[in-house]
């Protein structure tokens, strides 16, 4: 299980406003402390980037790529600054993401063929509404496998994400369960080795109370280990869940095991 | 997921002391406190009692019945101490246990079918060696509920106890993976709704780093949860463990989800 850090979002105001700034300081700083941590990957979440995609684009892979040689996940839902990204990305960049959306399948599932990128895929209706069990989901995955090879992408390529659900939600819990369920038989029931990626930030998102937002987040990570997940997004700054998910990741993954491999 | 305090136990100094001076008080503290966080049931593991086991089990059930109501699992390999307990039981108690051993099959089954009570069988083969992946797991279960169903004991009074390993083994990581496994695919392989029991302190015996074993004994808990472990053996008065399976339980097993649900 690699760890891609989800710390960089254009919603947090600093780094909203280092955009608006056209000021990197903040980026570059943010982007050497998870490379620093660990990451395997940054996600660069830019969001649409409005009437500028292209120069907002920009100004974030410069900020990037001056801090890190880590690969990156490129995160906007704006096939131009997408497009952006990925013909300034110098090295290994991986698409996140398109779902069933026609205008995704029109638009941004076409340049995992001319970048010749991973790209990730959403298990979620085209309307974006939420699948309502693990079997619905696998259906949803076939299909995207089917959109990818149509347009010349093989079905290798595309890094599942199930969409973890907020608990808040009316059947988050029942979800949660899906999510797992969906993760741990995807590579059965697809006949070749899937990869998938989860996000676990928005499972507590909302929790007043740090400790059971903690313990929660933490269980979780340990079952989508247990299932199998290749990509987990994570706050690679928060220390305790960096180690957790590491010790479960050996847990899951290592055929020897010493008490030296575990994070101090 | 329910939790069996394992911390009654022999080994401890203090409590072999109460044994010898016949004086319960120690058992009785340490069973009040177990009883008050919140254990389901109390492993009254006595040992084989040498010999005097008849006293011995009558020392435990005395003491542990005069602090708790809760029920039961009566721990030793003693047949004689084992008849004695489950004699003296006021409420229900769970053997634990039996295996393919055939003086346990001779002398401990049949207690089950006398004294009307669930029974813990362990994945070991005859000469208490480990099986050494999930198949062979799930053949030695099998041959468990024959036994058992030849000593006229119902296959559903049998409680499967897979045998946590400790890491430190030479395969020890990838055991405690087979023991995921057939935890998980035991229901269905079985054709029935099999109850599973696992012991779970064993899996970091000897680990000096206290971190390191807490996050390594978390994890895998969450995974066992996920797995479908109907009951967990964990050292009830470790705070921070008890909510992380109390967290991990209320993941895996409830429909409707409140952060008030969750342990403080």
């Known amino acids: 299980m690699k760890l891609i ?20 300081s ?6 050497k402390e998870c490379t620093q941590k660990g990451a395997w990957a940054i996600d660069v979440n ?7 995609p292209e120069k907002g684009m920009q100004f974030f892979m410069d900020a990037v790529q001056s801090a890190t040689h880590l690969p990156l996940v490129i995160d906007t839902s704006n096939p131009t600054a997408m497009e952006a990204g990925l013909g300034l990305s110098k090295g290994r960049a991986i698409i996140n993401g398109f779902s069933l959306e026609p205008k995704k ?12 990128a991973d790209i990730v895929g959403f298990l979620l209706y085209p309307d974006s509404s939420v699948p ?12 995207l496998f089917e959109a990818a090879e149509a347009a010349g992408v093989a079905k ?21 369960r899906e999510v797992l369920t969906v993760i741990q038989t ?22 007043r109370d740090k400790d059971k937002k903690r313990r929660i987040t933490q ?30 990741d050996i847990l899951v993954s290592e055929d020897l095991f010493s008490w030296g491999m575990l994070p101090e």
Chains 1, 2 share one sequence.
């Not at 903040?26 to 982007?31: H, T």
């Not at 399948?105 to 010749?116: H, M, N, Q, R, S």
């Not at 290798?156 to 949660?176: F, K, M, S, T």
């Open 156 to 176: 290798e390529r595309i890094i599942i994400d199930p969409v973890v659900p907020p608990l808040a939600w009316e059947n988050g819990i029942v979800q949660a």
């Open 105 to 116: 399948i029109e638009k941004i599932l076409p340049l995992a063929k001319t970048y010749d």
């Open 5 to 24: 850090a989800d710390n960089l979002r254009v919603t947090i105001p600093v780094i909203q406003k280092a955009l608006k700034d056209k000021n990197p």
């Open 46 to 52: 830019t969001g649409p980037l409005g009437r500028m």
């Open 26 to 31: 903040s980026v570059i700083s943010l982007v």
């Open 132 to 143: 309502k069990d693990a079997n619905d989901r696998f259906e949803i995955a076939l299909d």
């Open 219 to 248: 269980s979780y990570l340990s079952m989508l280990a247990a299932a199998g997940l290749s990509y987990a997004l994570i706050d690679i700054l928060d220390d305790e869940l960096v180690k957790m998910a590491k010790t479960a």
């Open 186 to 207: 995807l590579q059965d029931l697809s006949g070749f080795p899937v990869r998938t990626i989860a996000g676990i930030s928005n499972l507590a998102t909302r929790a």
